[in-house]
């Protein structure tokens, strides 16, 4: 028998038991389904947050765990470009790079967890309207909504004390915590003596914890995403530009953050892989940033910031508007007009890369790369990149001028009493016929600069190795030693990277449309 030929009550006792997916085929199937379920907004809404977790619509469901702050797939991994969200409001399904950050990572707006009650939705269609009576014992709807929120606020103290390392990581707070575990529900430590806790092994005790935290992520993951919005429609409804966030844009030109992403330098960050359509080529590897704890990193994480063209109405990466500054953790903060410049330097919050202040005015005024070649031509468009990619590459090539520089400055130090005297004098009369080294942060090398210290270097492993020759084993700085040898790799792959910013700057000033058409033929909402 097939559904038609039922009665129209059995149908509809049938229809609200589907899937939103079967809701909206069935919907479809014929003028008399049709108008039986007449689909509103929201039936298409749970279709599409049903299609957001289909492998072959959504991608992959990223897992977030809480307690340590690691998210599966990673940040950097390509699986991210196939995963997709669903906007309720435009019924579409999008990349990350048109959400903001809360809208997929808060528990409430993740893709629910596999196999959770929230992955399994049923529709919330029903055959008439009708609404819950309302208790008209009000001292006993009051006394219901107050065991509630009590309720409530224990079950939000054990997650909370289950996923922060402050409260639930170390010993002694799992001891002193150990009333408020028991008391939150934590299961595994009913019915347990702090005895017991104290004498249990650490991996056990953080087995509980993750396992408490699971079971209300699995509750509680994904039961908000029926108001998820893309930035597009938060602008649209006005929910973007707020008076307390300096960084939100305007109303006209809002700025929304995005993820975080590894590049190697500013300029990468802010003229990615512009070097291709280049003879000059980027070396094959990257060089240390010399961070605190971290000399070896090459990379640094960078955020990316979405803002949309009040010309084209496109959202685009902060860069397609040339506007950047020139540190790390640098943020567009917008500023009053009678602000005080002088108490930031250029590049850093609220002050651009040219020196600008970032005023209301400033950013309704900005448009992408695009519109302002259409509208100034793109000889003008040349010249606005040309003077932001030169100063970036400067304010690069200072940074390795002064990497270069360290080994010596290291060196100075550790000669004070070693190696003896007749080496000394001889390193320090080296040291007095390269004046580049005296020279401040600020200070751009020339090409007779780097071949100096490149003199001076081998000078030095010359007097380095007569003086471990006449010296015996013991009397030798094996700090000093293993200095002398990694000098060589360092040094040489920052003279690389030095000559091809070098090269580059010099090429682009006799071809500048290079760097137009870069600008031009890229997507200005990729990230890299």
Same mark, same amino acid.
């Given at each position: ?24 085929? !069935? ?56 995963? $997709? ?25 993740? $893709? ?44 939000? %103290? ?17 001891? +002193? ?8 529900? !934590? ?19 953080? $087995? ?7 079971? !209300? ?41 995005? %993820? ?31 961070? !605190? ?34 540190? %790390? ?49 793109? %000889? ?28 010596? +400055? ?10 003896? $005297?007749?080496?000394?004098?001889e390193w320090k009369r080296l040291l007095r016929q390269t004046p580049c080294l005296d020279q401040n942060y600020r200070y751009i090398f020339t090409h007779s600069d780097i071949a100096l210290l490149r003199h001076c270097r081998e000078q030095w492993k ?67």
């Amino acid at each position: 028998m097939s559904l038609v030929s039922l009665p129209t009550e059995l149908q509809c006792q049938v229809i609200r038991l589907l899937d939103p997916i079967s809701l909206i085929s !069935i919907s479809q199937a014929n003028t008399h389904f049709r108008h039986l379920i007449k689909p509103k907004k929201r039936h298409f809404a749970e279709r599409l947050l049903v299609l957001e977790l289909n492998p072959d619509h959504g991608g992959p469901t990223p897992i977030f765990y809480s307690r340590t702050g690691h998210l599966k797939p990673d940040w950097h991994d390509e699986a991210w470009d196939a995963i $997709k969200w669903a906007c309720t409001d435009c019924l579409r399904l999008l990349p990350h790079k048109y959400f903001d950050n809360h809208s997929i990572l808060r528990l409430g707006y993740r $893709k629910p967890i596999p196999g959770s009650f929230a992955s399994r939705m049923i529709t919330t269609w029903e055959p008439t309207w009708h609404t819950r009576p309302r208790d008209k014992n009000r001292e006993r709807a009051k006394r219901n909504a107050q065991d509630a929120q009590r309720e409530e606020k224990k079950r939000r %103290q054990g997650y909370f004390l289950a996923v922060t390392g402050g409260l639930g990581y170390l010993r002694n707070n799992f001891v +002193n915590n150990f009333e408020a575990f028991r008391e939150c529900g !934590i299961d595994g430590f009913q019915g347990m003596s702090v005895d017991q806790l104290r004498d249990m092994d650490q991996g056990e005790r953080l $087995k509980f914890m993750d396992q408490h935290a699971l079971a !209300i992520e699995r509750e509680d993951c994904g039961k908000k995403r029926w108001l998820r919005k893309c930035n597009e429609c938060r602008f649209q409804r006005g929910a973007i530009w707020q008076a307390c966030d300096p960084t939100c844009g305007t109303r006209q030109v809002p700025i929304v953050p995005s %993820q975080r992403v590894e590049f190697a330098s500013v300029v990468e960050r802010y003229f990615p892989r512009f070097w291709e359509s280049l003879d000059h080529k980027k070396p094959l590897y990257n060089i240390p940033r010399g961070l !605190i704890y971290k000399e070896d990193a090459c990379e640094q994480l960078w955020s990316m910031w979405m803002v949309r063209c009040p010309t084209c109405e496109h959202w685009q990466e902060l860069r397609a508007f040339r506007i950047g500054g020139l540190y %790390q953790h640098w943020y567009p903060e917008r500023r009053a007009m009678d602000w005080n410049s002088d108490r930031r330097g250029r590049g850093e919050d609220g002050r651009t890369w040219d020196d600008k202040t970032i005023t209301e005015q400033m950013l309704n005024e900005a448009c992408c790369n695009s519109c302002f070649a259409e509208s100034n031509g793109r %000889q003008e468009l040349g010249q606005a990149l040309c003077e932001w990619l030169f100063d970036l590459i400067k304010w690069e090539m200072r940074h390795i001028g002064y990497r270069l520089t360290w080994d010596f +400055n290291f060196l100075k130090w550790k000669t004070r009493d070693n190696p003896s $005297k007749k080496y000394s004098v001889e390193w320090k009369r080296l040291l007095r016929q390269t004046p580049c080294l005296d020279q401040n942060y600020r200070y751009i090398f020339t090409h007779s600069d780097i071949a100096l210290l490149r003199h001076c270097r081998e000078q030095w492993k010359l007097i380095w190795e007569d003086y471990k020759r006449n010296v015996g084993d013991g009397q030798i700085d094996e700090d000093l030693d293993t200095r002398t040898k990694a000098w060589t790799a360092n040094f040489e792959s920052l003279e690389a990277h030095w000559s091809w910013l070098n090269g580059c700057m010099m090429e682009i000033e006799e071809k500048p449309e290079a760097l137009v058409e870069w600008a031009l033929s890229r997507d200005g909402a990729l990230f890299t």
